[in-house]
């Protein structure tokens, strides 16, 4: 059976990011970083187990006349690392940047501890350091080595 051509498989964008080298099947993650609902009203695309030369297969998410803020590129480095962040302005690709994990955490993760204290009523921010081993809670001394998906705040 005969493939459609690449290009038809999503389409480019007028205004708005791209942000493309999502691991397969973490888009909907990235949807949940930026907030996105069945009430957003911006234009999406989502492409998802798409074929990419460098990874085998990835996730696309093209969003129309939205610019990323820092804490939400920040947050979609820690589940795709390789990921690009395409500006696109008039149909152009103005700007293409890659994402870094930050060495330190504030309120982007929830400590998997139920007694870190940044888990109580206190008004404190989950703090974590990123190392080898995993998300080390500079509270408790947890490390969050699974599912760092699924803690991020
Ligand atoms: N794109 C888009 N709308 C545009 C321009 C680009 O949706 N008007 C998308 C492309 O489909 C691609 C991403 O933005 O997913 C980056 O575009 P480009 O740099 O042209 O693609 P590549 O060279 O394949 O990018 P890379 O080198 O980062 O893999």
Redesign the pocket.
Known sequence: MSEPPKSLQ?????NGT?I??IPAGEAFNVLRILGITRATKETLSIATNVASA?AGRKD?V?IENRELKKEEVDRIALIAPQA?I?I?RN???FD?KGVQIPKLLHGVVKCPNPGCISNTNEPIQSRFEVTKKGLHCLYCDWYLTEDIAGHII
């Open positions: 999503i389409s480019p964008i007028r791209v493309d080298h460098k696309i093209k690009t395409n696109i149909y152009l690709v293409k």
